[in-house]
Structure formats: structure tokens, C-alpha cells
């Protein structure tokens, strides 16, 4: 099984929608971010949180919110999506004593028409 | 504002040569630094880490740190068609440990 799981792997949702973005790891890893990725622009931070009590915002987070659920699950919310948030999303979590190496899920692929 | 940058390419290199993925970064205090490789499509998957100046090898792969001239690179020795990915490079936060800055990717094509 991966370490790292995203559910759904592909959405096709409307404007105005809200959608979620499920995250799960059996890394027992304590940290946990939310990547997008847009063609030529590489991956940009959302959130990311330390541990369960922990949420931080990272360069991009306006229009989504996320919910640390347990510190195996980690989902990022769109609460009105919009077109130009058509993009690839990735979920990534690493372990606070071992460095900063982030593991990536396989990725969510979102569009909103 | 950190940034870490890469020539985004196309890179093209005959199979069996040497393709050298190179990347700068402006956080002066960064310590650590990671090449991922990602398939289209596919999420990033780690390649190597570097944390000390010099070289480090694994297999066909050699990363680079330079932290005075803040400059990371990566040569894949002996090509192959396999090879051909985008290559991402990040640096580690200094201002905030467990936080990655990304560039932008370098896209490699091994022709045979």
C-alpha cells in the first residue's frame, strides 16, 4: 500500500462548488503539506502544519482552508472554487527528525469548469 | 523574497552522455537541498539530498553544493530514454526548518 494517499485522484467540479481534498499517510510522519502545481510554475506552497494543533498558511493560500484531522490526515478545502484553481495538487508529509525530505502523494488532479 | 531557481529547458542530451541540471537559490542561511524527479503527471519523487559542500554520489547520479557561490547541480552520468523527466530542485527554509522552497523544474529529454 503508499505511504501516501489522496482521495479523489481526478475532479471535475463547477464554479462556485466546494470540494474537499482528502490526505492520508501510514508514515507516522508528523508534518503535512498541500502543494499546487501549475504548468511552468512549479510547486507552490498552501498550508502546511507541524501537528495537529499546528496550521500554517504558505504563499498561495487565499480561497482554500484545511483541516488537520489526525496527524495521519490532512485535507485541503476549496470553498467556492473558481477556474484558475484548475490545477495539479499535491499532498506531502515529512518527519521532524529527519530532516526536511517530503514524501509526495500521487496527486490530485482538479478542474473547474 | 527565497527563491531558488532553474533553467526550465527543454535540456537534450544523447543517451549515454552526461546531463548536468544545475539550480541557484538566494537563502544564504539554506542548509539542506533535494532533486526530485517528476514524470508527467506523476508527483516528485527524491532522488538526493545534499547538506554539506562538495560532491555526493549514488549510482549514476551526482549532486553538487557550492554554498558560497549558492549553487546546487545534479549530472546524471550514462543517460538513458528513462531518464527524461522534469528535475526539481529545493532548498530548506533557513527561516523556517520543515519548509521547502521549489524551483521551478528543469525538463530533461534523453534521445536515443
Known amino acids: 500500500d503508499a505511504d501516501v494517499t489522496q482521495t479523489p485522484r481526478n475532479r471535475i467540479t463547477k464554479t462556485g462548488k466546494r470540494i474537499m481534498l482528502e490526505c492520508s499517510q501510514t508514515?507516522?510522519?508528523?508534518?503535512m503539506y498541500w502543494y499546487r502545481q501549475d504548468p511552468g510554475l512549479g510547486l507552490r506552497l498552501i498550508y502546511y502544519s507541524f501537528d495537529v494543533k499546528d496550521i500554517n498558511k504558505g504563499e498561495i493560500s487565499d480561497g482554500y482552508s484545511v483541516s488537520r484531522q489526525a496527524q495521519a490526515k490532512f485535507s485541503l478545502s476549496l470553498e467556492s472554487a473558481i477556474p484558475n484553481q484548475t490545477a495539479l495538487y499535491f499532498c506531502a508529509t515529512s518527519d521532524a527528525s529527519g530532516g526536511e525530505t517530503q514524501y509526495f502523494g500521487p496527486g490530485t488532479r482538479l478542474l473547474v469548469l | 523574497q527565497k527563491e531558488v531557481e532553474q533553467n526550465s529547458g527543454p535540456l537534450s542530451v544523447p543517451e549515454g552522455a552526461i546531463a548536468s541540471l544545475n539550480c541557484t537559490y538566494s537563502?544564504?542561511?539554506?542548509?539542506?537541498f533535494f532533486w526530485y524527479r517528476q514524470y508527467s503527471g506523476k508527483s516528485p519523487e527524491l532522488i538526493m539530498s545534499?547538506?554539506?559542500?562538495g560532491d555526493k554520489e549514488d549510482g549514476r547520479f551526482t549532486a553538487q553544493l557550492n554554498k558560497a557561490s549558492q549553487y546546487v547541480s545534479l549530472l546524471i552520468r550514462d543517460s538513458q530514454p528513462s531518464d527524461s523527466a522534469t528535475y526539481l530542485c529545493a532548498g530548506g527554509d533557513s527561516s523556517n526548518t520543515g519548509k521547502l522552497i521549489f524551483g521551478q523544474g528543469t525538463t530533461l529529454q534523453v534521445k536515443p
Open positions: 545534499i547538506y554539506s559542500n
Open positions: 537563502d544564504r542561511g539554506s542548509q539542506s
Open positions: 508514515k507516522g510522519h508528523d508534518r
